[in-house]
């Protein structure tokens, strides 16, 4: 006897219920290093399991609710499905960990006397915060994303597993299929690899430092430090920055007390203000 509407939805409600218990406990043993290859396994099965079970309820649940409802239904669904796949990912970097390259001498090469054992690396982890987006994006690039081993489904559970916060929210909603891989990875460049964007967030950081009079010995290195971390990055570019100099040092002076801010312009330093002072000169100066 097949069941109604309302005895589906509690049968759903349940398998939600063990899903969660189900993601909640793994996710704790995961964050504690606490799952070997073969937990990772039997977690696997378990998920697998259960998502098998929510299908077939769900598929039910369509066939016997109102036209009108069936978007509804199928949010709800795939609600719990991401908890599902989410889980399922972390549990096959564990099972499956991403190949890296291989440290062991080849044979006849006799120049190698011992070999060091290098620690696995560790995929990177992206929040969607500009300034971390190139060396993301060059790590995942070499260990995932020019990996011939690995197929396009795999990479895109990789990817997924790296993608947290904002850079999540981007993806989130693509399916665990193969040709969505490659849609999420063209979302995030598209988002990312912006160079108008990038741009506009190191001059951000360049105009918005602060000096901060508790210390002006310190403050004054770490404005520096700041200003010059940013213009390296606008040079890397292909930003030319080579006549800012005088720009970025009214910059400073204007943030400064009358005393400091004459450590700018101190006629000592020459005429020619063609390159942007060193931290070393400010310590002379007010050493």
Known sequence: MSLNLEELHKKRSSVKARVTRQKNSINGKIE??????????????????????????????????EADAVEEEEEY??????????????????????????????????????????????????DGSIENW????????????????????????????????DASCLVQHLPLVSTNYYNAWSILLETYA?????????????????????????????????????????????????????MIIFLGASLFPPFLGQVFFNPSWGKSFSTLPHTQKYRLKMS
């Open 32 to 65: 504690k290093e606490e799952v070997t290859i073969a937990n990772a396994e039997m977690f696997y099965e378990k998920m697998k399991s259960l998502e098998e079970e929510l299908l077939t309820v769900q598929n039910s649940i369509i066939e016997a609710c």
């Open 77 to 126: 669904y795939s609600q719990v499905g991401n908890d599902i796949d989410n889980v399922k990912m972390k549990l096959l970097a564990i099972m499956k960990p991403v190949p890296v390259f291989d440290n062991t001498p080849r044979s006849g090469d006799n120049s190698v006397k011992s070999v060091v054992q290098l620690p696995t690396i560790k995929l990177p982890t992206f």
């Open 134 to 165: 190139a060396p993301f994006k060059d790590l995942f690039v070499e260990l995932v994303h020019n990996n011939a081993e690995l197929q396009p489904i795999q990479k895109f559970q990789y990817l997924k597993c790296c993608l947290v916060g």
């Open 194 to 246: 912006n160079k108008y964007a990038t741009v506009s967030y190191h001059l951000k950081n360049i105009f918005s430092v602060q000096y901060l009079s508790s210390d002006h010995k310190v403050s004054l290195k770490d404005m520096l430090t700041t200003v010059r971390t940013n213009l390296n990055a606008l040079k890397s570019l292909d930003i030319d920055i080579k006549s800012w100099d005088i």
